[in-house]
Structures are given as structure tokens and as C-alpha cells.
């Protein structure tokens, strides 16, 4: 089955700084990559995702990057905010007919200082 | 409406009490999810629902026990837990596949959870 790994765990940076989590999957199968982001005492709330026939996405201060050879994801940040401090967790899921079987990363903990 | 709903926010319960979860979306959506996700920890599929049929069960103990009634509301009925199934319960819920891709839409919808404590 698929398993996808994320790095860093923790992430701390100062405010205005970039971050940068990275995952891998090992099911090429996989051709749809969300990212979560999780607040204290709250469900996941998707904040950007890509499908596997596009390299790259973007959206404000957020971007994702897929490269399918490598298998390798990554969530960017820029002119990180402290409200950007929450977990993250990306994701791998295959296409099925009825349903989204979503395998989770293990998160990162990002703690943007002020 | 873009959102799910969950009942209770916070779940004390004892190891012989019998409680539910429920779960309510109206998006129209015809796949309903459970997780279970431990402190620090992703979330973990328990149960997928599509079209009100059970799809998956990840070997899930029979302690938990889901039900779809109807196409906007899921269930997870608990009987007989042990301290270790203290976690967050998450519901999530996806339109169909063939809607996805008619619309171009993947995301999948979480609730805000029920924060269960078993003694």
C-alpha cells in the first residue's frame, strides 16, 4: 500500500522567512496530493492541492511542487505569518470510483515567531 | 453550506457505557468518512462510506460500530471501549468520484471533530 513520508517534524522560522515541508510517496498509482493544515482543537482544513499531470501550483503565499519521477512533493510557504503556526499534513490518494482514500504524512509542527 | 458538522464536541464516556457520534453534511456529497487520530498524530481512517454502503473498514474493532442512515448524515455507535480509544474522531466527507471530475473538485471535507475520553 501507499506510504508517505514528511519532513521536517518541527519547523520553526521568524516571520517574513519562507518554509519549505517536504513528503515522498511510494505508490505511483498516487495522482492526487493535498495539503492540511491543522489549528489547535480543529479538523484539517485543505489549503492547496495538486493533481499529478501538473508540476506546480500556487496560490498567494502558498505554492506546491510535484515532481512524479522522484516522487517527491513539497508545500512552500512564503512571507511566513504567525497565524501560518499550526500542523501541517500532506497526503497521497489514488483515483477510485466512489470515494478518496487519503494516506496521510506524519505532519510538521511550524512555529512562526514573531 | 461547505461544511461538516459533528455532535458532541467533547465525549466523556466509562468502559461499559454505549454512546454515538454523529456526523452531518449537506453538500450533497455520497461518500462519508471516520478517522481516529491519536495526539500528535495524522488522522487514520476507520470507515468509508459510499453511496450509504460500507466501502471500507480498515479491520477495525467491532467495539466501533458505523451506520450511513442517509445520504447526509453518518454515524459511529461505541460500545464496550477501552481507554486506548481515547483520540479526536474526525468525519470528512468527498463528492463522488464522477463528480470530481465533472467539476474539477477534490477536496475532502473535515469536521471539526469529537473529542472522546473513555475511562
Known amino acids: 500500500g501507499e506510504n508517505v513520508e514528511q519532513h521536517p517534524s518541527t519547523l520553526s522560522v521568524q516571520e517574513g522567512d519562507s518554509a519549505v515541508i517536504k513528503c515522498t510517496y511510494s505508490d505511483s498509482a498516487s495522482n492526487y496530493f493535498p495539503w492540511y493544515k491543522q489549528e489547535l482543537g480543529k479538523g484539517p482544513q485543505l489549503i492547496i492541492d495538486?493533481?499529478?499531470?501538473?508540476g506546480e501550483k500556487k496560490d498567494q503565499r502558498i505554492a506546491v511542487t510535484l515532481n512524479k519521477t522522484a516522487k517527491h512533493f513539497s508545500l512552500h510557504i512564503t512571507e511566513t505569518q504567525p497565524e501560518d503556526s499550526a500542523v501541517y499534513f500532506c497526503a497521497a490518494s489514488k483515483r477510485n470510483t466512489g470515494f478518496q482514500k487519503l494516506v496521510f504524512g506524519t505532519g510538521t509542527r511550524l512555529l512562526v515567531s514573531p | 453550506d461547505t461544511e461538516v458538522t459533528q455532535t458532541p464536541k467533547h465525549l466523556v464516556m466509562g468502559m461499559t457505557n454505549k454512546k454515538s457520534l454523529k456526523c452531518e453534511q449537506h453538500m450533497g456529497h455520497r461518500a462519508m468518512y471516520w478517522y481516529k487520530q491519536k495526539a500528535k498524530k495524522p488522522p487514520e481512517l476507520m470507515f468509508v462510506?459510499?453511496?450509504?454502503?460500507?466501502?471500507i473498514n480498515e479491520s477495525v474493532p467491532s467495539r466501533f460500530s458505523p451506520e450511513c442512515p442517509n445520504s447526509s448524515l453518518l454515524n459511529l455507535h461505541l460500545h464496550a471501549l477501552q481507554p486506548e480509544d481515547s483520540a479526536l474522531y474526525l468525519c470528512?466527507?468527498?463528492?463522488?468520484?464522477?463528480?470530481?471530475?465533472?467539476?474539477?473538485?477534490?477536496?475532502?471535507?473535515f469536521g471539526p471533530g469529537t473529542r472522546l475520553t473513555v475511562l
Open positions: 462510506y459510499s453511496y450509504e454502503k460500507l466501502s
Open positions: 470528512a466527507s468527498t463528492p463522488t468520484v464522477l463528480l470530481l471530475a465533472a467539476l474539477g473538485v477534490n477536496e475532502q471535507f
Open positions: 495538486i493533481r499529478s499531470n501538473v
